[in-house]
Structure formats: structure tokens, C-alpha cells
């Protein structure tokens, strides 16, 4: 075993020992101070967020088939800290339901919870009548990402959180959604609720509807911004949501975006949520980073500082055609005339006064990938003059997911929906991509993209000319890591046993929403008019429309066109709960393949088609150059080696002896100045410290308390323990698979 898991697993044992003694101290020694004191009850708290028209409506939680209320929060959540009879460590069962006996119908299902008496409990933000669902399957990370996405409560696969935003101008919010081509912007303020916290959007967040082809359907996709001045300390101050209206599994981008992070493929953020504006339901969203200045330098950039910021370009498609391009002409930004047809420049970067002067680092990009001599050199000096241009190992991986998922709108396939970012202190790019409505199999049939496209089939006809992609493919050294790095992923991430499970773990997740919205649909755009105009000059053309309902663009060649009568509600207006849930394994319309169909086809196909190659270790692949003047930092220990004892095992030791000296000092205090009040009646067995010192410590310890000093650092060590499970479950993945 290497040293790299040893030190993961030490980490992991050493940090259960030291949670293991916060328990016994904290619980016991604290809690408990005498023996004579006896404790039977256990302190949990509830909480349950329930549908707007639910909201002039008591709510109670039956525990044990005893009824108690809870206290109205907010227009959403019910809340009550409640002590439960318990004599031992039991199993409590507990359900929601009205208090007034009305029409609401109470949920049909128990809920569960472990408690042990003395100790203080609180469910997570729980949605009235959605019954409680596990967490999302386990799938192993094959090589670690060198751009990991930073931890953030908001972003939780395993949880369907709640938006809730009201607009006052509610004429202007109409106007939104009656005419999504109109870049209408709605001031809101609003709540964000995850499992565990809400959040506040407070004057200055602005909604509106975002997306260029989605426009076209009646469930509208949207993102929020802040735009206010005042530093606000929620994070990111960005988001997209997405209504997915063109696939009614709503898994296809999800699944991708998980199967990216385990491959080691930078990429954005995503969770699943049910959106409300002004009491009005609109349906399942699933939620994304926005790929601006903030994220781009939370993703690549060190913790703490203000790096210079490199340009960041997105390949766009031009009236309907995907041909971003890195052919080389000269170092002129004038010989690429339209250059911003192609290329969006989301970011100009530190360095850079206009869109223009960053397009000359792309083209720098164009001259080395066209002037570089890659077929010559040894190995050794292949890599090294690889990586002095773009991220090799991470491009490859992007090859091999576009080329497994099936994604037609993507690098592999038809240039589009990719991003480069020039990295400056690494002084080389970044490839990585956005967007994967368009895989798994979707709309196979119209893109000509099935699952027995061959490796040898990277672009379409009309478009092979790709100098990166020709350099991949024709290079025998690197075609053999791109084919190596899939027969790796298919064995090992990208096959029915593995993804399976996980598939079914997350349609659980979303099945309670997913029907509530295929049953009410939502929808609250009815027409979707698009205007192009060149000229003063008026002409209406009737656009002709394929088998979909889809505009289609041979008709187009007006100068002022208006397109009418074209929206639509889903690819097949008729999509039901049932039809979506089936989606995901089988083929029901014209829409493509079902999921699992598409990955089970693809996987037997490419293990056929590199039957004879060999698997080898993820690690034997590619060596990635060290970064220069530790720009990244993979641990923890990392960001205070400057300031306490060098080496790692010295300061896990010291940490640990100055949380064993903090526990004994706050004990001695809580033993000085506790103030016992003993209940009256027949609860005078139970003694309570509501005013000592000490239990205002452990309400922040015990995370009732969602705000403070001692919650925040909570919320940090949950976060760390997480990373260091799952790092402990990938390092017995690999190396029970040999995949280390």
C-alpha cells in the first residue's frame, strides 16, 4: 500500500478517535455531571417545510403516536425543539400532519431517528410529504481532480432543496414569462433552503431567463445574480437553474457531471431543487455554478489569495452552426474577423483591457498546438512540451466522457459547449466542459450519433479539420492514452453494475417532485416569439417546423423574421410521471435511447471494440509536471504548516493536545459556575443547565444553534470528514482494483 493511502486512512482512523472522545467528554462528563442526575428525555428538534397554500395550516409532528405542535418560522418551515420520552438509545418514529383536522392529507409513511437520552438532535429541513430517501450511491473516483470544486452546503446531490423567492413587481415578472426572448430582469429577495440551513436572498438579487434554444419551451430555465453593492456573505452570488425541458428524465446532465468529477474533469457544481416565485409553484430545477470571474477563480486558483485571473473562452454556436475553430492563421486579431461569432469571451481577464486583447492568448494557443513538432520528440519531451500548452491528461479524459456519453453537442463530436481558460501562473490552458442535456443517448436518430459510433468517428464530415484532436487521434502515443484511459473508465466506472445503483439512487431522490410537477405542470410561459432585426423593414414568413415542433432553420433568410407558435411544453407534450420514470431504462419516443440503455449498449460495444486492450493503473497513464510554487493545496495541513510544527503527524499532535487542554478548561468552568434548575412535579429527576456557561457552548456545539462562531467551525469539520471518508472508500476502490 503506498504511502498516499496509508496517510488517508491514518487520517481517517485518528480523526474517528478524536470525534470519538469529543463524544464520551462532551455527552457524558458534561451533560451528566453526577450520577444522581437522570436524564430520560432527548432534545430533538423538527423541521418541515410545507407548500405555500399549505401556509394558513397548523402543522404538528406525531411521535410515538403522541401529537405535539410546531411553531410557524417562516412562510415555509415549521419548527419546535421538543423533548422525546426515551429511557435508552431507541428508535423514534415520527410523522407530519395538520393540527386543525383539515382537508390537508397527513402524511401516509413514518419517519425514523436513533436518540439516546441527554443528547440533542435536529432533522433535516424535511418536505411535507416527501417521504425520506438515502443518500445517492457511492461511485469510485478513478483519478483525483487537480481542480477540485470546493465544498458548499448549498450543493448536496443527495437532497432536494427548496427556493422560494417573491417578486414585487409582479406585472414585470408576467412580462418574463409571456415573452422569454425579451431579456426582461425581475428584482426578487427570497429564501434558499438546503437540508440543514436557509439562506437569505436579500435588495439586490435579480431573476431571469436564461438559455438560447431552451427559451422555446414553456418551462423556462432561469438564472439569479446579485447585483447589489453591499457584500453579502452567501456564496455564489451566481446561479443557473435549469428546467431541463428537452429531457423528462431530468438525470442526463446530472448523471454526466458526477461521472466528470470522478474522472478528474474540472466542472461546475449542481443540485436538485423545487422552485416557488410568489407562492406559485414552477417545478423541479436542477441548480449550477454560473462560469464567471468568482467561480473560475475559486475552481483554479489558491485559497486566500488574489491571483491574476487568465481569459476564459466558451465555444457558441453561430445561427445554428457549431464551428469553433483552432486553426492558426497569423498573430493577428484582425486576420479572425469574426472570431466572436464562435467564441464567447465570458472573461477578459486580470491583464486584459478588452474581449479583443484576450482573443490573443487563443490565438496563442492556435500557434503553439499548430507549430508545435509533437511527432518527433521522445516521450519524456513529448509531455514536458504538451504541458508547457494545455492540460493533457485532463483533455484526454474530456475525449473519452464526450465520446462515452454520447454527446453530440460537445468537443468530441460537433464543437461546442466546451470552455478554455488560460491558467497565468501555470502559463498553459485548461479544457473542460459545460452543459450534457444533450447525451446518454438523446435524440440518437436526428444527430446520427448512435452507440456503435466508432473511436475513429471524433467529428463530423462537414468539420474533421481540428488540429488538437488530430494531433490526439493520429499520434500513436496519444491515441494509446486516450484508448488506455477508456478501457479504464469502462471497467471501471462506466458499465451497468457500477452505474446502476447510482442511476436508481438518484431517480428516488427526485421521484416525489418529479411527479408532483409531471401532475400540476407548471408551466407559466404560453407563447415564445423571437425577432431578429437588421433593418426597418417588416416581413413575416411562416417558418416550417419539423417532426418535434422544432423551427427549422433551412426557411430562414429574412431580414426581419418573427417566429411564431413555436413554443412547447416538452419534446412530447404528453410526458407523464410514468413515461419520464421509464425514460430511464428503456426507449419510449423519438427522443433517443433510455439511459441505462444507452449505457449498457455503449459499454458492451466499446469493451468489444477494445477487447484486446490491456488494463493499466490510472497512475501509469499520464505524469502531471508539479505545479510551480504549490498553487494547490490537497490538504488541510497545508494552510497552517507556515505557522505551527512542520510535518503532518506533528501537527495532527498538536491539534490534538490543544483540543484535549480546551475540553479540560471549559470542563473546570462548567464545573465552577453551573447553575442546575431542577423541573417541578415529576420531572425533579431531570436537571437542565440552561443558564451555565457551559451548555450555551454545547447548544452551538450540538448545531441547534445555526449560526456562531462554534456552528461554522461544525459545518468545516463535517465538511473535512467527508472528504476523508470518501477519499478512505476511493483508496480501497483502487487498490482492491488495481487501479491505484
Known amino acids: 500500500m503506498n504511502n498516499s493511502i496509508f496517510n488517508i486512512i ?97 402524511e401516509d409513511f413514518y419517519r425514523y431517528m436513533n436518540v439516546t437520552p441527554g443528547m440533542e438532535y435536529e432533522t433535516i429541513y424535511e418536505f411535507y410529504q416527501r417521504p425520506t430517501t438515502k443518500d445517492v450511491e457511492f461511485l469510485p473516483e478513478i483519478w483525483e481532480n487537480p481542480y477540485p470544486t470546493r465544498s458548499n452546503d448549498i450543493f448536496d446531490i443527495n437532497n432536494v432543496n427548496t427556493f422560494f423567492l417573491s417578486a414585487e413587481n409582479v406585472t414585470q415578472l408576467e412580462l418574463m414569462n409571456q415573452f422569454p426572448h425579451n431579456k426582461i430582469k425581475v428584482p426578487f429577495i427570497g429564501k434558499l433552503y438546503d437540508a440543514h440551513s436557509s439562506y437569505k436572498f436579500e435588495k439586490g438579487w435579480e431573476l431571469s431567463i436564461s438559455g438560447n434554444y431552451s427559451r422555446m419551451f414553456t418551462k423556462q430555465s432561469f438564472k439569479i445574480v446579485y447585483k447589489g453593492e453591499e457584500e453579502i456573505s452567501f456564496e455564489p452570488k451566481r446561479l443557473r437553474l435549469k428546467a431541463f425541458p428537452n429531457d423528462a428524465t431530468m438525470l442526463r446532465e446530472p448523471i454526466s457531471l458526477e461521472l466528470l468529477q470522478k474522472v478528474g474533469v474540472p466542472t461546475y457544481r449542481g443540485s436538485f431543487a423545487r422552485l416557488y416565485i410568489n407562492k406559485e409553484y414552477y417545478g423541479l430545477y436542477y441548480y449550477e455554478d454560473s462560469m464567471k470571474k468568482t467561480y473560475i477563480r475559486n475552481l483554479f486558483h489558491s485559497r486566500g489569495k488574489k491571483p491574476d485571473i487568465g481569459p476564459l473562452f466558451q465555444a457558441i454556436p453561430y445561427k445554428g452552426v457549431y464551428n469553433a475553430s483552432l486553426n492558426y492563421i497569423d498573430d493577428q486579431v484582425t486576420s479572425y474577423p469574426n472570431w466572436n461569432q464562435t467564441w464567447n469571451c465570458k472573461i477578459n481577464g486580470t491583464d486584459y483591457g478588452s474581449k479583443d486583447e484576450s482573443f490573443t492568448k487563443l490565438i496563442d494557443l492556435m500557434k503553439k498546438i499548430n507549430q508545435t513538432d509533437f511527432e518527433n520528440p521522445t516521450e519524456h519531451e513529448l509531455l514536458r512540451d504538451v504541458y508547457d500548452i494545455f492540460e493533457l491528461d485532463i483533455y484526454i479524459r474530456l475525449l473519452a466522457m464526450d465520446y462515452l456519453l454520447g454527446r453530440f453537442h460537445g468537443y468530441w463530436r460537433n464543437p461546442s459547449n466546451f470552455l478554455i481558460y488560460y491558467h497565468p501562473a501555470l502559463k498553459r490552458y485548461v479544457f ?149 420514470i421509464t425514460a430511464i431504462n428503456d426507449n419510449v419516443s423519438d427522443i433517443g435511447y433510455g439511459i441505462k440503455e444507452w449505457i449498457n449498449k455503449r459499454y458492451e460495444f466499446v469493451n468489444d471494440l477494445l477487447k484486446n486492450e490491456t488494463v493499466v493503473s490510472a497512475g501509469s497513464l499520464i505524469t502531471r509536471p508539479p505545479d510551480p510554487s504549490n498553487l494547490y493545496s490537497d490538504s488541510i495541513f497545508d494552510y497552517f504548516e507556515t505557522i505551527f510544527p512542520a510535518g503532518k503527524y506533528k501537527l495532527l499532535i498538536f491539534f490534538l493536545v490543544f483540543l484535549v487542554i480546551l475540553i479540560a478548561i471549559v470542563f473546570v468552568i462548567h464545573l465552577k459556575f453551573k447553575k442546575p434548575i431542577e423541573m417541578e412535579g415529576d420531572e425533579h429527576d431531570i436537571r437542565k443547565y440552561n443558564e451555565s456557561f457551559f451548555h450555551k457552548v454545547k447548544t452551538k456545539f450540538n448545531f441547534i444553534n445555526g449560526n456562531g462562531f462554534f456552528s461554522k467551525i461544525s459545518k468545516s469539520l463535517q465538511n473535512f470528514f467527508k472528504k476523508i471518508n470518501t477519499k478512505t472508500k476511493n483508496a480501497f476502490y483502487q487498490k482492491s482494483h488495481n487501479i491505484d
Open 432 to 580: 473542460f466542459p459545460i452543459d450534457y442535456t444533450s447525451s446518454l443517448g438523446y435524440k440518437y436518430v436526428e444527430n446520427n450519433y448512435t452507440y456503435e459510433t466508432s473511436i475513429n468517428e471524433w467529428r463530423l464530415p462537414k468539420d474533421l479539420n481540428d488540429p488538437l484532436l488530430n494531433i490526439i487521434m493520429n499520434i500513436p502515443y496519444f491515441k494509446g492514452l486516450f484508448k488506455s484511459s477508456l478501457k479504464l473508465i469502462i471497467v471501471n466506472l462506466f458499465n451497468p453494475e457500477i452505474l446502476n445503483p447510482f442511476i436508481d439512487s438518484l431517480k428516488e431522490l427526485i421521484k416525489f417532485d418529479l411527479e408532483m410537477e409531471r401532475k400540476r405542470k407548471p408551466y407559466h410561459s404560453k407563447t415564445s416569439v423571437i425577432e431578429e432585426v437588421e433593418i426597418n423593414q417588416t416581413k413575416v414568413e411562416n417558418v416550417k417546423e419539423d417532426a418535434n415542433g422544432f423551427p427549422s432553420n433551412s426557411t430562414i433568410d429574412t431580414t426581419i423574421i418573427i417566429k411564431k407558435n413555436t413554443t412547447i411544453t416538452l419534446i412530447d407534450p404528453n410526458w407523464t410521471f410514468e413515461k419520464s
Open 10 to 106: 491514518s487520517y481517517f482512523f485518528i480523526l474517528k478517535f478524536l470525534s470519538l472522545i469529543f463524544q464520551v467528554v462532551f455527552d457524558f462528563g458534561f451533560l451528566n455531571v453526577n450520577a444522581e442526575e437522570i436524564v430520560n428525555t432527548a432534545s430533538v428538534k423538527f423541521n418541515v417545510l410545507t407548500n405555500p397554500e399549505y401556509e394558513n395550516t397548523q402543522m404538528c409532528v406525531s411521535i410515538n403516536d403522541k401529537i405535539y405542535e410546531l411553531k410557524n418560522e417562516d412562510e415555509l418551515l415549521w419548527s419546535n425543539v421538543i423533548d422525546v420520552p426515551v429511557e435508552k438509545r431507541s428508535l423514534i418514529n415520527y410523522f407530519y400532519i395538520p393540527c386543525d383536522n383539515s382537508q390537508v392529507i397527513k
